[in-house]
């Protein structure tokens, strides 16, 4: 009776016991959490991708500010929520069927009047203090903006492919609104100029 009872609790502890896991079992939950991450990360990549993008800059047209080889961050859905400013630094499709974007520097808005003469440029007579050019442009013109377009000139005036060689940029070619340098990180920088605008108010 005592060896039965001995064999009965002898039993009940073992029962009790975890069981160690199994090595299928572990593989499969080591491939669920891989999973997961793979899928996260996927996630957080579209999204990202949705509201910036990185551009590179290729060629001298944006010289003193961009350089070419230097990569800049740009927001997407800056003029999904508002209107480009004098003064933005934005990335659009090129004009024809080349398939590249541009950089250039928005001068004009929709319904302005544009005037660069004597190297100097106005905005509805209002003259432009851009510190931040090469050199003055060489060139003379009048520009009206119509609407939903924009006209946009590099800062290296007269070695760049822009408004005043080939027209305006529609709205519904803006990609979106350069935001800061951040390659090389020697060239870290954000990309604004308040004075541009402060001049012509």
Not at 58 to 64: A, I, L, R, T, Y
Not at 104 to 133: A, C, F, M, W
Request: some cysteine; glycine content about 6%; overall charge negative.
């Amino acid at each position: 009776m005592l060896n039965n009872q001995h064999s009965d609790l002898a039993s009940a502890i073992e029962n009790n016991q975890p069981r160690p896991s199994s090595k299928r079992s572990s593989c499969l939950g080591l491939m669920i959490d891989t999973i997961e991450t793979i899928l996260l990360a996927l996630v957080l990549f579209l999204a990202i991708n949705a509201l910036s993008a990185r551009v590179r800059v290729e060629n001298v047209s944006m010289q003193p500010t961009l350089n070419p080889g230097e990569f800049l961050l740009v927001n997407r859905v800056a003029y999904k929520l508002g209107q480009p400013s004098i003064g933005d630094i934005i990335v659009f499709h090129a004009p024809g069927p080349s398939g590249l974007d541009y950089i250039k520097r928005v001068i004009g808005l929709p319904g302005d009047q544009i005037n660069i003469s004597d190297g100097v440029v106005y905005v509805n007579d209002h003259p432009l203090y851009e510190t931040y050019i090469s050199e003055s442009p060489r060139y003379n013109g009048t520009w009206l903006v119509p609407p939903d377009e924009y006209f946009v000139l590099g800062d290296n005036r007269n070695n760049s492919s822009d408004s005043h060689l080939w027209g305006f940029v529609p709205f519904d070619d803006i990609v979106g609104r350069a935001l800061f340098i951040y390659w090389p990180l020697d060239n870290l920088a954000l990309l604004n100029n308040p004075d541009i605008v402060q001049a012509i108010q």
